[in-house]
């Protein structure tokens, strides 16, 4: 586009012909309006027509999870207690997409207020298959090439869980990047805004567009990651120092999913060693459990109490879980988490990353559910940055993410490191 090639217009109708093509199968949006996209698409096309600077997404056709506000579209949650919401203005990643120039295409699905109650999207690979959650449909349309770039969210393993089974680049960064003003939260101390793409300088891309500190979201990191696309486009000297981790959940890793991690950290030789997280980290999935269900009785406990028809059993369940958690026990395991955090960052003097599974296995053969997040939950506990690289495959040809983390703030160094792995491995 910015060659000239083609306009905004050109690809914004090409991936409108695909959405029309695959949706009534793959089912990722929630809303799309044609005319709203060309009109965007139009209007940015006149921009560069007349010479106006451009921003670095100018063009690109952008999917976001409909959790997240815009002022031009309805913002629903998937779900009945938000049917109908118009927001009255942008979220901060709106703005900031609009800003670099991207076209938002449309609002993505979601799980029931980004939990576990799947919402209709399906897996690009197999319709049969979950796409994984709760940005189901922000993945999906990656995946099936409907849009080059979306916008997710993780509390859990809402971000990673769907790039490991949809087969598509997923990068949540960390803790406090981006700003999440306009974004219907779940749980303060871990939701997390990330993204999706099909490499990883398209994460480096956008990532550079929306890690920019925003005063109206109090968790924001003063200096959020940045320069990650000058990071990403130079070749390493050396192999990243790897440490394989198994963590605490390998005992429920598919047997087919453990023995191709394995093979692959085999195939890395002496570029990595195999760590065993001890002491403090013993009950870390624990640790992330109460934290999440206690936020979660305090997000959406009233309404599961005063509008129970509103919410969907799954939700419902969910939005109680936290009841007989007390104010102790809440401490205790914020302070353990911040005890897990400081220990893990000592781990980095030693290591440049640490690769782990994104996924238990492949996407179950079920759209009921959408898997476990157990190899996710305890990175976003830490608020480290996370990448999903498509690098494995299952017995039954379905893909498996290879799950890179880095330490806080070197959002940098975890997409280096997964970009090193999909050079090397990925072609494969």
């Known amino acids: 586009m910015l060659a000239g090639d083609f306009s905004v217009e050109d690809l ?106 799947p919402g209709k999207t399906t897996n690009p690979h197999d319709p049969k298959r979950t796409p994984g959650g709760s940005s189901s449909g922000s993945a999906a349309a990656v995946a099936d090439h409907m849009v080059p770039l979306a916008v997710g969210s993780q509390t859990g393993g809402s971000m990673i869980r769907p790039a490991s089974f949809c087969g598509v680049f997923g990068f949540k960064p960390t803790f406090g990047s981006i700003s999440r003003r306009g974004v219907s939260l779940l749980a303060r101390r871990l939701d997390h805004i990330g993204v999706y793409g099909r490499s990883v300088e398209d994460l480096a891309l956008i990532g550079d567009a929306l890690m920019v500190h925003d005063p109206g979201d109090r968790d924001m990191l003063a200096e959020p990651g940045k320069d990650l696309v000058r990071a990403t486009a130079g070749e390493r000297e050396a192999p990243p120092r790897f440490a394989f981790v198994r963590g605490p959940a390998w005992d429920q890793a598919e047997p087919d999913m453990a023995a191709a991690f394995e093979g692959f950290i085999e195939g890395l030789g002496d570029s990595v060693r195999e760590v065993e997280l001890e002491g403090v980290f013993a009950d870390i999935v624990d640790c992330h459990v109460t934290v999440m269900n206690a936020n979660l009785t305090a997000s959406l406990g009233e309404a599961a109490e005063k509008t129970p028809e509103k919410l969907r059993e799954e939700t419902r369940n969910r939005a109680n879980s936290g009841r007989s958690i007390s104010a102790a026990r809440y401490i205790e395991s914020l302070a353990l988490a911040d005890a897990q955090t400081q220990a893990l960052d000592h781990l980095f003097d030693r290591y440049d990353a640490i690769l782990t599974p994104a996924a238990p296995g492949e996407a179950p053969a079920s759209l009921e559910i959408t898997g476990r997040a157990i190899f996710n939950g305890m990175w976003t506990l830490m608020g480290v940055p996370a990448v999903s690289v498509p690098l494995l495959t299952g017995e039954n040809g379905m893909p498996i993410g290879v799950q890179v983390i880095s330490r806080r703030q070197d959002d940098a160094g975890a997409l280096m490191a997964a970009n090193w792995l999909w050079k090397r491995f990925g072609s494969r």
Request: overall charge negative.
């Open 12 to 117: 914004t109708r090409a991936c409108l012909a695909r959405i029309a093509e695959r949706e009534a199968t793959v089912g990722a949006w929630a809303f799309l309006q044609e005319e709203l996209a060309l009109n965007q698409a139009r209007a940015l096309d006149e921009r560069k027509q007349s010479g106006a600077p451009l921003g670095p997404l100018h063009g690109i056709p952008v999917g976001i999870k409909d959790i997240i506000d815009t002022a031009d579209m309805p913002t629903e949650c998937g779900s009945a207690l938000h049917a109908g919401r118009r927001p009255l203005e942008d979220s901060a990643v709106a703005a900031l997409l609009r800003q670099a120039g991207a076209v938002i295409m449309g609002k993505t699905v979601t799980t029931e207020m980004a939990l576990s109650a």
